[in-house]
């Protein structure tokens, strides 16, 4: 099984806090055959120090730079970069099983599939397990059923660094260049290419949260990405999969409320704050036509109909109730 090279690209960005642990669960995972690379995206703390160090001790390692252009433009030079058969991602201040690798790479090659996912720990800053965010144990053999549970968001995550994908159906596919789900986005171009997929219970990877304040926020245009996204995305498959119009619809509308709370909170002038918010309600009635109740229920939240209802009607109430 060692034969087979996985390459893990790890985007860093003023992380040194948490580098060394996410490297040392790398350097110690009991599949060897790996390919490290460490895209550092402009930090200005220690963080492109600590990855040079790694790399002179280890030289699965290779450390590659660049200015500060985000998350996704560093996956994507890592992606330049892979000689794996299999590749994966990390985040720098994550962290996963020792066993992750081997594990995942093991029922790739059993089951030959395209790509495989794990269960996912949510920690606390101290590592302490917040919350576990568990699937069940299943495979998918066909196109259809791969992308049919991705959209109504049945025993997945949005994830991308809890996968592992064969090179051949990422190869073509990049990240879109956006500050926000650019997770989402990635996964769907990818599945598009997959016909077989493998879902493990087991939690593989640790997600270490980092709490906000909820008050006195500043604000971010780039976080509209993720509506921004979610329109993509019903655009990109509504002509392959018109049946799953209704639940692209439901994130798009579930990314709309989010935001619109975000910027409902956020220190901004008052036109700009206005403005934001008229065109995400003009968004939300827009798509709120393309939800059925269908759709709802096979996705199990048909109790959201009357949160839509009441945000499309007093989005502005809504907010203060909620």
């Known amino acids: ?7 893990i690209i790890v985007p860093v960005y003023n992380s040194s806090k948490h580098l060394l642990k996410c490297m ?6 009991t599949y060897e055959n790996c390919q490290f690379i460490l895209v550092d995206d402009g930090s200005t703390d220690e963080s492109l120090k600590i990855c040079l160090e790694q790399q002179n001790k280890d030289k699965r390692f290779n450390t590659i730079t660049q200015s500060n252009q985000g998350v996704a433009a ?12 299999f590749v994966g991602f990390v985040d720098s201040d994550d962290f996963i099983d020792l066993r992750m690798i081997e594990k995942m790479v093991s ?10 996912e794990c269960s996912v720990n949510l920690l606390n800053e ?3 397990v917040r919350a576990s965010q568990i699937l069940s144990d299943s495979v998918l053999t066909s196109n259809d059923a791969i992308v049919k549970g991705y959209a109504m968001q049945q025993n997945v995550l949005n994830y991308t660094c809890n996968k592992i994908f064969r090179s051949k159906v990422i190869e073509d596919v990049r990240f879109p260049i956006r500050r926000a789900s650019e997770d989402y986005s990635f996964n769907v171009a990818v599945l598009n290419q997959c016909h077989k997929s493998i879902t493990l219970s087991e939690p593989l990877y640790n997600y270490v949260l980092h709490p906000e304040s909820a008050t006195g926020k500043s604000f971010h245009i780039g976080r509209l990405d993720s ?13 392959r999969f018109p049946s799953l119009i209704p639940y692209y619809a439901i994130y798009i509308l579930e990314k709309i409320m989010v935001e619109f709370m975000y910027v409902h909170s956020s220190v901004i002038s008052r036109d700009l704050k206005k403005s934001i918010k008229s065109d995400l309600i003009s968004k939300f009635r827009l798509y709120f036509s393309f939800v059925t109740q269908e759709a709802l229920s096979k996705a199990n939240i048909t109790y959201r109909y009357k949160h839509y209802m009441f945000f499309r009607l007093l989005p502005i109430l809504y907010v203060r109730i909620f």
């Open 74 to 85: 560093a996956r994507n030079l890592g992606l330049d970069y892979a000689r794996g058969d």
């Open 1 to 7: 099984m060692n034969n087979f090279l996985v390459s």
């Open 227 to 239: 509506v921004t996204c979610g329109i993509d995305v019903l655009n990109l498959q509504k002509e």
């Open 126 to 128: 101290d590592f302490s």
């Open 107 to 116: 029922s790739l090659l059993l089951h030959t599939a395209d790509f495989v």
């Open 24 to 29: 040392d669960s790398l350097r110690f995972q």
